[in-house]
């Protein structure tokens, strides 16, 4: 069971169009994590969202924490190549876990 | 401040050898995360420890075992190896126990033949 669902998986846009991705689930989770993941490296943290329905700005990313914090989305704007990577949303359950769920990650690919 | 350090980068075994990977967290950080990122089931927990104690562990078969030295530095090891546990392994750390911000290092690349 997947718990925590991620869309779409796959994504090719031009450079300069705008982008959104999803992370959905049935259940709370206590914060929520989006990474990027670059072929053959580790997952980089972008960001980590606490409060149901906080939004978070990192230059062109908008990353938002869903009120019922069941969900969150990230959003890119005016993408660039250099954005292409596989883009991962992870939860915890509980602030006493270590143990962080994954969603299988949207690749996003961005064309010159 | 250096990142998390994984070693080896690239291993090859074959079915029925043990295998030990190491990880080293950054520096200050007491709590270091174990996952296994597959193409078809994606990144799973396999375990956590923190103050050389295990605290959490994923689904993953006995043969799966790991340990956590008193300066941080974690090991996994994986015995019977089988051709499913080709994958990246990867390490993560983070400051305190229950940390959920995570910082992971390159992975171990694990191919089994």
């Known amino acids: 069971t997947q718990l925590l669902e991620q869309s779409p998986q796959f994504l090719s846009i031009q450079e300069g169009e705008n982008l959104t991705v999803y992370c959905n689930s049935s259940?709370?989770?206590?914060?929520l994590q989006w990474y990027r993941q670059e072929p053959g490296e580790g997952p980089v943290l972008l960001v980590t969202?606490?409060?149901?329905?906080e939004v978070k700005k990192l230059k062109r990313l908008t990353f938002q924490f869903g009120d019922a914090r069941k969900d969150s989305s990230l959003h890119i704007t005016a993408a660039q190549p250099g954005d292409t990577g596989l883009y991962l949303c992870?939860?915890?359950?509980?602030?006493?876990?270590?143990?962080?769920?994954f969603g299988q990650g949207t690749t996003l690919q961005v064309k010159p | 401040k250096a990142g998390v350090t994984q070693t080896p980068r690239y291993l090859i075994k074959t079915r029925g050898q043990q295998v030990t990977l190491s990880c080293s967290p950054i520096s200050g950080h007491r709590s270091v995360s174990w996952y296994q990122q597959t193409p078809g089931q994606g990144l799973q927990f396999l375990f956590e420890?923190?103050?050389?104690?295990?605290?959490n562990k994923g689904n993953f078969p006995g043969r799966f075992s790991g340990r956590q030295f008193s300066n941080s530095r974690s090991e996994m090891n994986v015995s019977t190896l089988e051709l499913g546990d080709s994958a990246l392994y990867l390490c993560?750390?983070?400051?305190?126990?229950?940390?959920?911000?995570?910082?992971f290092g390159p992975g171990t690349r694990l191919t089994v033949t």
């Open positions: 259940s709370v989770f206590s914060s």
């Open positions: 969202v606490v409060t149901g329905g």
């Open positions: 420890y923190f103050s050389e104690t295990q605290r």
């Open positions: 992870a939860g915890a359950r509980s602030s006493n876990t270590g143990k962080l769920i």
């Open positions: 993560a750390s983070s400051l305190l126990y229950g940390g959920n911000e995570q910082y």
